[in-house]
């Protein structure tokens, strides 16, 4: 079945510009978030080493990235110049007395390049020189506290402060514990009131009633072995019994061997059956290839029937599998049908054609 | 919201934003256009289901009726009729009772074929398009023609031209009908104009095997006339068409036509071509009595033409045509 879309070339129009607007949408959005359109605010500082700030280093203040290091470069008095941006957003936070601080973790977790902003009133111009703490400079500014400068964040203290509580908690478990196992020795001594105490005293109490049981269980086979003979003594009466039918039957068997009784005279070779079956075989031949046909057929019925059984699982699984198929194609052509971008998938209306014939006769003779 | 970003001191506004929004507007609506579509309302499924089913039936009798095979035809035709009856689609009905007619009619069944001509008649009369009748009255038209009765033929393909004016299909059928009682009176001038007519509109319309036909009428008429160069000729364009129709009845007719007349020009060997060709054509039709003609001319053109190996195997072929057509009941 061959499908064909309506209004083909609209609907690729449609989609080529949609595709052309995500596309400008994804670049746009990106740029935006690379901060391509955003302005940043170029400034310098100097550093008596270039560790730990390479270019690309983001400039924190108070866990914020507001800007970045752009440059370094060692100067010929060895001193490390650094050019660095801050953003946009943060610029009037660049006061008169900031300065910039590497910190550098005590257990080696690394450096951050924090700026700490100045408390003057006045906003630092673009290509302002910001010092570095660790310079005579910074060192001013921070003993004269012109810059808002948090308080240190010692690390090896905040771990040395949380080992407390977990040294608390090993000794409160510890002593749980002890307390456990005190428990459990006095309630095996007989001297606890709790439910382990109160299992220790049942356990205590079922051994002393073991002795009655056991006498229980004696009376009970006594009771079992009288019960017994009485059955024995039914079962002889019942053997006399049969010891009776068995000599009825030895007597008709006798009765059955005279030679006027009913077998002799049915087997006589004037009797009906010894005449019936006096054909030289022919009748049991018969019988036996009647016989042999039927176990043919019965055989042969029996492996149809098993390779049948065998074959239902497939035939049903083969039926069921039809019949959702069939189902699935009837959505699929439903969903088709209702799908107005297609034509001529599903068929339309067809014309029942008439039959034009003329008239063709005429001789040539 | 963008606004309040802005006024929210030192937070910059940002540029891609709006941009972003202005592109994604466009795209929420389209998707939205898009799936909104797919719950369209469907058309009455069950009824062009049946009358698809009716068509269906149509084309394959028509197939058959083409092969000959008037058994099936005519199956595939009465179920047709089932199937637009079920359905009251009054037009199907008579234009499965017309097909039905056509199946006598090729049969030779023509009380059956005129009787049901007429129901497919009367069927077509209360209907708003005319040309259901005309076909209906073409078809009676043929079927009175075959039993010997021009006049009222002609009655019937009078009655009917008026009513195929905007049948093109139609009108060609019965200007060529007509051309074939006008040629019987001898009233050669009108019988060509309708021809010439009819095959203008047959050529136009690429209705070949028609088109085949009118020339073939014309063929027979010009022989008539005494002129049978101009006959053959003929012939020989509606033998073309005939062979793009892929039309087997009218290709074997062409042939024998074309062999009848190159034999009475004296073209033996020509005619010889032709008859062999028009015989194996009607062997593949199963058309006994044709064959059996061809075969009987085929093994006396060989005895003239000297080939005694032909005229044995012909008047085999024809001792063999004959003993079917006696067994048959």
Redesign the interface.
């Known amino acids: 079945m061959k499908f064909r879309i309506k209004h083909a070339d609209r609907i690729v129009g449609?989609f080529v510009l949609?595709a052309v607007?995500?596309l400008?949408?994804i670049v746009?959005?990106l740029?935006?978030?690379q901060r391509w359109?955003?302005?940043n605010y170029e400034f310098k500082s100097r550093f008596t080493s270039g560790t730990g700030i390479p270019p690309g280093t983001p400039i924190l203040m108070r866990g914020f990235q507001i800007g970045k290091i752009k440059k370094i470069t060692l100067t010929e008095e060895n001193q490390v110049d650094v050019v660095f941006d801050i953003y946009?957003?943060?610029y009037?936070?660049v006061r008169q007395h900031s300065i910039l601080e590497l910190s550098v973790s005590p257990i080696g977790l690394g450096s951050q390049l924090l700026f700490h902003p100045g408390k003057g009133e006045e906003v630092l111009a673009e290509g302002s020189y910001i010092p570095a703490a660790d310079t005579a400079e910074g060192q001013a500014v921070i003993e004269q506290e012109l810059a808002e400068i948090p308080p240190r964040d010692d690390t090896v203290s905040r771990l040395i402060a949380g080992l407390n509580p977990l040294l608390e908690n090993a000794s409160r478990t510890l002593v749980t514990v002890n307390r456990t196992l005190t428990e459990v020795n006095r309630a095996l001594a007989g001297q606890s009131t709790g439910p382990l105490g109160s299992i220790v005293g049942d356990v205590s109490k079922a051994a002393s009633e073991l002795p009655r049981a056991v006498a229980g269980a004696s009376n009970l086979i006594e009771d079992v072995e009288g019960r017994t003979d009485a059955l024995l003594t039914e079962l002889q009466g019942i053997l006399a019994s049969v010891n009776e039918v068995s000599a009825s039957l030895a007597k008709a068997a006798k009765e059955m061997e005279d030679p006027t009784g009913l077998v002799p005279k049915l087997l006589d070779p004037k009797g009906s059956l010894k005449t019936f079956l006096d054909d030289n075989n022919a009748l049991y031949n018969k019988v036996l290839g009647m016989m042999g046909d039927v176990e043919r057929s019965i055989r042969s019925l029996r492996e149809i029937m098993g390779s049948l059984s065998s074959e239902m699982p497939k035939i049903a699984s083969l039926l069921e599998e039809g019949k959702t198929t069939l189902q699935k194609t009837q959505d699929v052509l439903e969903?088709l049908?209702?799908?107005?971008?297609l034509r001529k998938g599903i068929?339309e209306?067809?014309?029942?054609?008439?039959?034009?014939?003329?008239?063709?006769?005429?001789?040539?003779? | 919201m963008s606004a309040n970003l802005s006024a929210f001191?030192?937070?910059?506004p940002?540029?891609?934003?709006p941009?972003?929004r202005s592109?994604?507007v466009?795209?929420t609506l389209?998707a939205a256009v898009l799936s909104a579509?797919?719950?369209?309302p469907?058309p009455v499924?069950e009824v062009?289901a049946r009358?698809?089913q009716?068509?269906?039936y149509?084309?394959l009798g028509?197939g058959f009726?083409a092969k000959r095979d008037y058994a099936s035809a005519q199956r595939f035709y009465e179920e047709?009729l089932r199937e637009?009856r079920a359905v009251d689609n009054t037009?199907?009905v008579a234009?499965?009772m017309?097909?039905i007619g056509?199946v006598y009619l090729a049969a030779g069944r023509l009380d059956d074929a005129e009787a049901t001509f007429r129901e497919a008649l009367d069927y077509a009369g209360p209907l708003k398009n005319p040309s259901?009748r005309a076909?209906a009255l073409a078809n009676l038209g043929?079927a009175l023609?075959a039993r010997g009765d021009g006049a009222a033929a002609m009655e019937a393909f009078q009655e009917a031209l008026p009513l195929a004016a905007r049948d093109e299909?139609?009108l060609?059928?019965l200007l060529?009908?007509r051309a074939?009682v006008y040629?019987d009176q001898g009233e050669w001038a009108a019988a060509e104009s309708d021809l010439r007519r009819?095959a203008g509109i047959n050529q136009r319309l690429k209705?070949l095997a028609?088109y085949g036909?009118?020339l073939?009428?014309l063929g027979?008429i010009a022989?008539k006339k005494g002129n049978s160069e101009a006959?053959l000729d003929l012939l020989r364009q509606a033998l073309e068409a005939d062979r793009k129709a892929e039309n087997s009845?009218?290709i074997a007719?062409d042939l024998e036509?074309l062999a009848?007349?190159s034999r009475?020009l004296g073209s033996r060997e020509d005619a010889f071509h032709y008859y062999r060709r028009a015989f194996d054509v009607f062997v593949t039709l199963d058309s006994a009595e044709a064959a059996l003609r061809c075969a009987e001319a085929l093994a006396v053109l060989a005895a003239e033409l000297g080939r005694p190996e032909d005229v044995r195997r012909y008047r085999e072929y024809a001792a063999r045509i004959r003993s079917s057509l006696d067994a048959r009941p």
Not at chain 1, 337 to 341: F, I, R, S, V
Not at chain 2, 37 to 40: D, E, R, W
């Open positions: 449609l949609v607007g995500l400008c949408a746009i959005l740029g935006a978030n359109f955003a302005k946009d957003t943060y009037p936070k969903g049908a209702n799908n107005p971008l068929p209306r067809q014309e029942q054609q008439s039959l034009y014939r003329s008239i063709r006769e005429g001789d040539f003779q | 001191p030192g937070r910059a940002r540029r891609g934003r941009a972003a592109f994604l466009p795209v389209a579509c797919s719950t369209a469907k499924a062009v009358k698809n009716a068509a269906e149509s084309k028509d009726l047709s637009n037009e199907g234009i499965s017309n097909s056509r259901f076909l043929e023609y299909r139609t060609a059928v060529h009908d074939v040629r009819a209705r028609e036909a009118n073939y009428l027979n022989h006959a009845a009218g007719a036509a009848v007349l009475g």
